[in-house]
């Protein structure tokens, strides 16, 4: 089971992007409940082909993301991160294309720290902190910006945006 991914599209989906999440609140799910939602939430990012998925693209104004990308060693690493805060970021920037199952078919050159730490909460309600670089660090300021109520559409220059494909 998938959930349908909110868009600026509408005006009432860009309206909710754009508001900032409150606090995910453990105490009111249950583990099952907890490892459902995670779920969901993980193939709904992956059969959209995203790399991350925030809890508002879901229509959930809960402060958590999923993501999933390749580890040095190329295999994929999951992550799902409840009530995410950067609190470090490199001076040192990367500039390079990205893109937004929120924003459709929209792609632009986007600034972000090449080097992050996120503290946050694991499934378990447990801190962690990841220090992160690279893909990793661009994709948790990315969604930790939609969780805040921002868009990466905010932060790109030139951008572009791409034909819709044609239905099979």
């Known amino acids: 089971m998938t959930e349908p991914i909110v868009t600026i599209e509408k005006k009432e989906g860009e309206a909710f992007l754009r508001t900032k ?6 105490s009111k799910f249950t583990k099952k409940e907890l490892r459902e939602l995670i779920r969901v939430m993980r193939e709904t990012m992956k059969k959209a082909d995203g790399v991350g998925l925030s809890a508002n693209q879901i229509g959930r104004n809960e402060r958590f993301f999923v993501a999933q990308i390749p580890n040095t060693q190329g295999k994929p690493e999951f992550y799902a991160i409840f009530n995410p805060q950067i609190t470090k970021m490199s001076t040192e920037l ?4 990205e893109g937004c199952l929120s924003v459709p078919r929209s792609y632009g050159q986007t600034p972000r720290s090449y080097r992050v730490t996120l503290d946050g909460y694991d499934a378990n309600g447990k801190k962690i902190k990841i220090k992160a670089w690279g893909l990793l660090a661009r994709v948790f300021q990315h969604e930790v910006d939609h969780l805040d109520g921002k868009l990466f559409i905010d932060k790109a220059k030139a951008i572009t945006k791409v034909a819709p494909r044609a239905k099979k």
């Open 21 to 26: 999440t409150v606090p995910f609140d453990f």
């Open 94 to 97: 990367s500039n390079i294309e």
